[in-house]
């Protein structure tokens, strides 16, 4: 057993060496090239002409969250851009790592949770993977707040709702999902949500035209347009009903959900190198490749998107023929 135990910790540690490298290069080449630049311009963008704008939050930029989003953003918008994507960066990962650590086995580095590809990638572009993980993570140990919260992802707000299982939870989430929404119409006025829904549409017609997107999408709905996403959804939502965790819903999300990126998946990318720490040394080596491609999908996912649906399903039907591996407390 302590060998099992050894070969695990040293094969999720090698994958976790040669996983980084490639973010991390990724990252310090833009840098070197670019500075700062990144996704976070828009959010904070958005966040100033929420403040001190005259027109609409999402108008001129590629905002494309519900205007209630901008309650996260705002409070960043004061400070200098390179200020702001620190203080964004670093504390949205120290939440993440917060709502992560029930979930972690005693013997895990703790810092390796902020070092997946996943979360290099969501770190590089500034986005929202950690804030989104950090809310996933409290949802499934049954914080009803957080799945309202989730909203500002919608799909995956209803996604998350698969784990409140008492109408008075429902009751609560819908209530708190509401009040946001009424206060983003007070301050941000009907014109942002209107915006919002045109962006919405826009997205959706634009899934397999954007150049940018099969390069750093990983959701089929990028790869083969909406009616090739239709069987990898109903594929996971199958495979869901066979052991439905944070981290097997985490990875079902890219295939359920109708868009997805790299830099969403510090959820998915811990959780499948948690099934690698602790379940390497008694898988076959189907499985095991599996994994291991499952790891390196955001870096994987810059030989274009139309790998990753089918590596991503192949994890899943290995995840959830795993115990539940470690379900964090209620």
Not at 144 to 170: D, E, I, M, N, Y
Not at 235 to 255: E, I, S, V, Y
Not at 264 to 293: C, F, N, Q, T, Y
Request: glycine share 8%; with cysteine.
């Amino acid at each position: 057993m302590g060998n099992d135990a050894s070969l695990n910790r040293s094969s999720a540690l090698q994958l976790w060496a040669i996983g980084t490298i490639a973010p991390a290069l990724t990252i310090l080449w833009n840098i070197f090239q670019k500075g700062l630049t990144s996704d976070w311009f828009i959010l904070w963008t958005a966040g100033r002409l929420a403040l001190w704008g005259d027109v609409p939050p999402a108008q001129g930029t590629e905002f494309t969250y519900p205007p209630f989003a901008l309650f996260f953003f705002t409070p960043f918008a004061p400070l200098p851009y390179v200020v702001s994507y620190v203080a964004w960066n670093a504390l949205t990962a120290a939440f993440f790592l917060w709502a992560a650590r029930p979930y972690l086995p005693k013997d895990f580095p703790r810092a390796l949770a902020l070092l997946t590809p996943g979360a290099l990638m969501c770190l590089h572009f500034g986005q929202t993977g950690f804030l989104m993980g950090g809310l996933w993570l409290l949802a499934f140990r049954g914080s009803w707040a957080s799945v309202a919260l989730l909203t500002f992802k919608p799909h995956l707000g209803v996604l998350s709702a698969l784990t409140l299982r008492a109408w008075p939870a429902l009751a609560k989430t819908a209530a708190l999902a509401l009040l946001l929404i009424a206060v983003s119409m007070l301050l941000f006025g009907m014109t942002a949500w209107r915006d919002f829904a045109d962006h919405l549409l826009s997205h959706e017609s634009e899934f397999t035209t954007r150049v940018r997107w099969r390069f750093v999408g990983v959701s089929p709905g990028f790869a083969y347009g909406i009616i090739g996403w239709l069987p990898f959804a109903i594929a996971a939502g199958l495979m869901l009903m066979r052991n439905l965790n944070a981290f097997t819903a985490a990875t079902a999300a890219f295939l359920v959900s109708p868009y997805g990126f790299t830099y969403d998946m510090p959820v998915a990318s811990l959780g499948i190198g948690l099934a690698i720490w602790g379940h390497w040394s008694e898988l076959g080596w189907g499985k095991r490749l599996a994994l291991a491609l499952g790891f390196f999908v955001p870096t994987l996912a810059s030989l274009g998107v139309w790998w990753m649906p089918p590596i991503l399903l192949w994890v899943l039907w290995v995840q959830v023929g795993l115990p539940k591996y470690r379900d964090a407390p209620a």
